[in-house]
């Protein structure tokens, strides 16, 4: 029996397309002026120019990364170092650890860093956007638990207060698509199928600071060799989800709809608000481990995912649902499962019989 894939908001399956593009890639460095450079660098330019199309943003305002997470640092740490000692960065408490451990460490530095509590569905408020405020990152869901933030009315009110805008875009545009009016959109490929590779974006007419000095390539914004075969991989997965994402989250919201009612059936609280994104069920059982049920599940053919994370041999809490209200013993027994656009009806189905089976099991056992 094949296995069931329920974690796509942990790394999405790479896309056919994907691999399609990668077949011909040029050997070439798209720096060199050689035939096989100018190859590498018009295969760079025809990501550029895709993932530009996808967007609805113009070329110079793409820059390939090698992840999300590098997209989230140059955002925050290039805009932010070029701003006035006084000015505030303000993000909050749910924010993927990427956007966090940026801001703290721009703290350390001796910039004013401002880290807002959220709700009990890890919705962010706008109304903490305060005069002084110079930068705001916000994301466009939560990564946890999938709740839709209010991009558009964040957007709105930092820059009334001139204040810069970072929306992280890792978790998401495979689904919904982006608010127009941010300043600077962070993008990680294996959330989105491409496999690697990642995007900055960054609004005509805002200036950063490189996290990387040497050379010009990426318009200046990220010197060292330009990686074709991860841009080409980037370009084809966002063309395919601004293509697909409507049609893919109408499908997925069924499905998901029908793994939350089941995990409520099992007694999971479950977690993230109404608005959220389509293919998300998440829950926290008080009296059962992330790491027991994720290993159980394993086991039983379901690859899914826990707010709790495994580091040093020890299970940690999830600072989402913790940031949310959740006591210490509902975030160590947190379930995520998200369905991707591989993900058929016939899965849910046998997925509804294992779940059942796992998580019917005495806590001890599961």
Not at 308 to 323: F, K, M
């Amino acid at each position: 029996m094949t296995r069931i894939f329920l974690d796509d908001a942990g790394g999405a399956p790479i896309l056919a397309e994907v691999t399609a593009a990668l077949r011909d890639l040029p050997e070439g460095n798209p720096s060199s002026p050689h035939a096989e450079g100018r190859a590498a660098r018009a295969a760079l330019d025809r990501a550029r120019d895709l993932t530009a199309q996808a967007l609805g943003a113009g070329r110079t305002e793409i820059t390939f990364t090698a992840s999300g997470t590098e997209a989230v640092n140059l955002a925050l740490f290039g805009s932010h170092r070029r701003m006035p000692a006084t000015g505030t960065i303000l993000t909050w408490a749910a924010e993927h650890q990427a956007v966090l451990g940026a801001v703290r460490r721009l703290q350390a530095e001796g910039h004013r860093v401002q880290i807002a509590p959220v709700d009990d569905a890890a919705r962010a408020d706008p109304d903490a956007i305060s005069p002084g405020t110079a930068l705001v990152s916000i994301g466009l869901a939560n990564n946890e638990v999938g709740t839709l933030q209010p991009v558009r009315e964040v957007i709105d009110r930092a820059h009334e207060r001139g204040a810069l805008v970072h929306v992280d875009a890792c978790a998401g545009p495979r689904w919904i698509p982006i608010p127009d009016g941010a300043d600077l959109v962070s993008f990680s490929g294996h959330k989105l199928g491409s496999g690697r590779g990642g995007a900055l974006y960054v609004k005509d007419g805002v200036r950063i600071y490189p996290l990387l000095y040497g050379g010009p390539q990426e318009w200046g914004r990220r010197a060292g060799h330009e990686d074709v075969g991860s841009a080409l991989a980037f370009a084809s997965a966002i063309s395919v989800c601004a293509r697909e994402r409507e049609a893919r989250a109408s499908v997925a919201r069924t499905q998901a709809a029908v793994l939350r009612s089941l995990l409520a059936e099992l007694g999971g609280e479950l977690t993230g608000a109404v608005e959220r994104l389509p293919n998300f069920a998440s829950c926290a059982f008080a009296d059962r481990k992330g790491e027991d049920m994720l290993l159980a599940l394993d086991i039983a053919g379901i690859a899914a995912s826990s707010g709790s994370a495994c580091a040093s041999g020890s299970l940690d809490p999830s600072h989402v649902l913790l940031s949310m209200g959740l006591s210490l013993d509902a975030a160590l027994g947190s379930l995520r499962l998200t369905t991707g656009y591989a993900t058929t009806d016939e899965e849910i189905a046998r997925a509804r019989d294992i779940l059942s089976s796992v998580l019917t099991r005495s806590p001890a056992r599961a």
